[in-house]
């Protein structure tokens, strides 16, 4: 099994397109058959450009959710880095 590999142009179209037309990382995967885990970080990676970009666009409602998305997945991410510093300090002791 080969390894596809993606220029960063594609990428930031891709996360520039999920977040335009507000597609999930499950339905653009799909979409493009590519692994959702791979946008994911694609996500991770560049979305702070196209929603500053796309902020006056929307609605204060679609902002509203953008940024409660925003922050729980910031939320999610700094539990899981916690959970992970605990486990590998009671792993040294």
Do not use: G
Not at 33 to 59: Q, V
């Amino acid at each position: 099994m080969s390894r596809k590999t993606f220029d960063e142009d594609f990428k930031r179209s891709t996360v520039q397109m999920m977040i335009e037309q507000n597609k999930s990382v499950a339905q653009t995967a799909r979409d493009l058959d590519i692994n959702p885990n791979t946008i994911h970080n694609w996500r991770k990676k560049y979305s702070n450009e196209f929603i500053e970009a796309a902020l006056p666009k929307m609605s204060e409602e679609q902002q509203l959710r953008t940024f409660q998305k925003r922050i729980r997945d910031l939320e999610e991410e700094n539990a899981i880095l916690k959970k992970a510093m605990h486990f590998f300090a009671k792993d040294h002791r």
